[in-house]
């Protein structure tokens, strides 16, 4: 109980603890938030980082001088790039594995093929729609890579997914994320970035649910 009440007082507390870390470790900041994201999108076991809230508030500090936004924005997105890869070959790698047990009723290789033919002709869309869906975004370059999703295809989608969101939120806070309003309200900001980010799921789980009570 008490892990996850830190946990919660630093994602809604960003501001404080980023500006913090900056103070102490100065240009090594970079590098934390490189293992941040990287580790967010890149690790399976890791889709509880901050990953939004996380591009917000650091674009809100780079405007006050504490990063520079064009590096900030270089090395967060070459984190978000190399962390689906490395997710990517992952699945890859133990896709066969696990596709292998033919007795198995959900890893065989009738689900592999459907798998496969899902992400060759609804990946792209899928990849960068999962840039802005936590949970979803963690899980997302995994699956391709499990799918065998044709990897130059992958790379592309993947880095214009990733270039948007990075972009657009980082930038975002960099403009409005030190308006007295803003600042002063942080923390519903914040939950509000995690609700608007995990609404699409939740609307896509309450179809689901309402299909399956209909059939």
Known sequence: MELLTSFIDIVLHLDVHLAALTNQYGPWIYG?????????????????????????????????????????????????????????????????????????????????????????????????????????????????????????RFVALDFLGGFVWIFSLTWLGYGFGNLPEVKKNLSLVILGIIAISLLPVLIGWLKGRSARAAA
């Open 32 to 152: 934390i938030l490189f293992l941040i994201i990287y580790c967010e999108t890149g690790l399976v076991i890791f889709p509880f980082l901050p990953g939004d809230s996380l591009l917000f508030v650091a674009g809100a500090l780079a405007a006050t001088g504490g990063m520079d936004i064009w590096m900030l924005c270089g090395v967060l997105l070459s984190a978000a790039v190399l962390g689906d890869n490395t997710n990517y070959w992952i699945g890859h790698t133990i896709g066969p594995k696990v596709f292998a047990w033919e007795n198995s009723r959900i890893f065989n290789r009738a689900a592999f093929n459907k798998t496969h033919s899902y992400f060759e002709e609804h990946g792209g869309k899928t990849i960068i729609i999962a840039r802005f869906l936590p949970l979803l975004r963690t899980f997302a370059p995994f699956v391709a890579g499990v799918a065998r999703m044709t990897y130059s």
